[in-house]
């Protein structure tokens, strides 16, 4: 009865059945667990018997009474992964939104510019909020503040460029060759001393166009595939703020991590922020779910709710990292759709170099002030100290212990930072932290479908994702789902063999190992054909200065690995596969 509801209303309600109410479906039986009940009002659109929805009863049934929709006292693992992959699987498929869906995007983007700056008054008029919002980030960051600042003043710093795409259309090799500067930049990050190899080029700054601050090129807001229901919004640099920018994320991360011997001292900030190792955030959320003492929060539009006030209040006593900080940052966006440029008030969206440290800093000091405000007395280092492996901060993933969760609640929301509630836990035994999601210590994650699966061998990228889901159900258990896939692709690609995930060839992933068709006769290891990546760089050719600055701009003292890095540059405008022999392991 579930396949046939299911069947019968994608077939009426089309994929947005899929993707959208399903989602909900399972979104509401997340919140369910959480609050040891199920509530009726979140399942709309579905018939009840008795207390439960009739869809996927069966499944449910091993969860909830029936009778009172409470929790069991011991309920099935088995079932809740199930509930959630059947209904949570289809939520992240890479489809365009509707033009009305893209619209409210856009409408709710420049709606949350409104809050932040209403936001940003409200906290200048709170001098109790903002007394406690300095003393808590000097306690926290003032020995790194200082010691960044310092590089800072000393121009110890040195920019590179992004690998994305940017405002003024620069691609790759491209960025060397930059013609435009805002005046902004001057400061902190001279031409003389960042687009050019060195003083001897001199005369070369005569054919930079110097851009005053109304001259500058906006971000552009650029919409993508999220989900059906609504898309991502990210903002795109112009290409001198990105460069500078990409200089100041390097020491501050360098800072945060603190990895220089002066700030050794600040080791606890590694504890507390992380930026490229999600698992400590997944053990910290299995480990909440199992004692109950941790809560996992996650907020809404993270990025575009921090307030570039608040950001500069954060730097006030550092001044040449915050003038450095100012400088960079882009004032103004472009917002497609309704054809604007608008004023930002928010520090950055996604796409900005710095967004991803600051909104951390950010997120933590609130948490802090809601610590102190639950200690109801001030915090000593002392207490800092006291918190290592209790709070953890990752983008917006928060993780705090349980008895904080209500005044770091309100904290977070005096400084403009909005919970989201349907994926945030912390009275039940559910748990979820970047990506992973966790039950009374059991890991109840899911397999989700990223990508509509191809019909056609010319669709490399559908390919690839097709290929990759079926290995991740494989490890997660669903060999029965992979029997048939494995018969879906064979039929496609023809070529799919048994071999290990460190292959360049997407083939089929074992527990028992790989397989062999033949033995290169030159190296005399085994073979298997089957597709591999063709990574296509485009010509992209560069000489000259830029060239040079290129080479000046090199990290580390080892040749590029790639001896065609001034032929060919940037990102691959299109995925290809291609047919070879290689090797299975």
């Known amino acids: 009865m579930d396949c046939?509801?299911?069947?019968?209303?994608?077939?009426?309600?089309?994929?947005?059945?899929?993707?959208?109410?399903?989602?909900?479906?399972?979104?509401?039986?997340?919140?369910?667990?959480?609050?040891?009940?199920?509530?009726?009002?979140?399942?709309?659109?579905?018939?009840?018997?008795?207390?439960?929805?009739?869809?996927?009863?069966?499944?449910?049934?091993?969860?909830?009474?029936?009778?009172?929709?409470?929790?069991?006292?011991?309920?099935?693992?088995?079932?809740?992964?199930?509930?959630?992959?059947?209904?949570?699987?289809?939520?992240?498929?890479?489809?365009?939104?509707?033009?009305?869906?893209?619209?409210?995007?856009?409408?709710?983007?420049?709606?949350?510019?409104?809050?932040?700056?209403?936001?940003?008054?409200?906290?200048r008029n709170s001098p109790i909020d903002l007394e406690a919002f300095h003393r808590i980030s000097s306690m926290l960051f003032a020995n790194v503040f200082t010691w960044i600042d310092r590089k800072v003043f000393r121009g110890d710093i040195m920019p590179k460029h992004g690998p994305g795409s940017t405002a003024d259309g620069l691609l790759g090799n491209k960025k060397f060759n930059q013609t435009v500067w805002p005046i902004r930049l001057e400061g902190y990050f001279p031409m003389l001393e960042n687009i050019l190899p060195n003083s001897r080029y001199y005369e070369e700054l005569d054919g930079i166009d110097i851009l005053e601050p109304d001259q500058e090129v906006p971000v552009k807001v650029t919409l993508v595939p999220k989900t059906l229901k609504t898309p991502r919004i990210i903002a795109q640099e112009p290409t001198a703020m990105q460069y500078a920018q990409q200089s100041l994320l390097e020491v501050i991360l360098e800072g945060l991590r603190a990895e220089h011997e002066e700030i050794r001292k600040s080791h606890y900030l590694r504890s507390f922020l992380g930026f490229d190792d999600q698992t400590i955030n997944n053990r910290m959320a299995l480990e909440g779910s199992l004692s109950g003492d941790s809560a996992t929060l996650d907020l809404s539009d993270a990025s575009d709710r921090v307030s570039n006030e608040l950001v500069m209040e954060l730097l006030r006593n550092h001044l040449h990292l915050r003038e450095a900080v100012a400088a960079c940052r882009s004032t103004k966006a472009h917002v497609p759709i309704v054809d604007r440029v608008i004023e930002l008030n928010k520090y950055a969206s996604m796409g900005s170099a710095l967004c991803f440290p600051m909104e951390a800093m950010m997120f933590l000091v609130m948490v802090f002030v809601g610590i102190e405000e639950g200690l109801a007395r001030p915090l000593t280092g002392k207490d800092i100290y006291a918190f290592i492996g209790k709070v953890r901060i990752y983008g917006d993933d928060i993780i705090i212990p349980v008895e904080f969760v209500r005044p770091v609640l309100r904290s977070l929301e005096r400084f403009g930072a909005r919970v989201n509630d349907t994926k945030s836990f912390w009275t039940g035994k559910f748990r979820e932290s970047c990506g992973k999601e966790y039950y009374d210590g059991n890991d109840v994650s899911i397999v989700k479908l990223n990508h509509l699966l191809p019909t056609n061998r010319q669709d490399a990228a559908g390919i690839k994702s097709m290929v990759a889901f079926r290995n991740h159900l494989y490890f997660g258990g669903y060999w029965a789902t992979c029997s048939w896939l494995d018969g879906y692709i064979l039929d496609l690609i023809r070529h799919f063999p048994v071999v290990l995930p460190s292959s360049p060839v997407h083939g089929r992933h074992s527990f028992l190992g790989y397989e062999t068709q033949r033995m290169c006769t030159r190296l005399f290891r085994p073979l298997v054909k089957g597709w591999v990546d063709d990574p296509r760089i485009p010509e992209n050719p560069l000489d000259g200065t830029g060239a040079l600055l290129k080479f000046f701009l090199k990290r580390g003292g080892q040749p590029s690995a790639d001896e065609k890095h001034l032929e060919r540059s940037g990102r691959p405008q299109s995925v290809y596969i291609k047919l070879r022999n290689a090797t299975p392991y």
Not at 48 to 57: K, M, S, V
Not at 95 to 103: G, K, L
């Open 4 to 123: 046939k509801t299911v069947l019968a209303r994608v077939k009426h309600e089309g994929l947005s059945f899929l993707t959208i109410t399903l989602s909900d479906f399972g979104k509401a039986f997340e919140c369910c667990l959480d609050q040891g009940h199920l509530d009726r009002r979140l399942f709309t659109g579905f018939r009840f018997g008795a207390e439960l929805p009739l869809f996927l009863g069966g499944f449910l049934d091993l969860v909830f009474d029936r009778n009172s929709g409470e929790l069991l006292e011991d309920p099935s693992i088995d079932a809740i992964r199930s509930i959630r992959q059947l209904t949570l699987m289809f939520k992240r498929v890479s489809v365009p939104c509707s033009d009305a869906r893209n619209r409210k995007a856009v409408e709710r983007y420049l709606e949350c510019e409104q809050d932040v700056m209403m936001d940003a008054v409200r906290i």
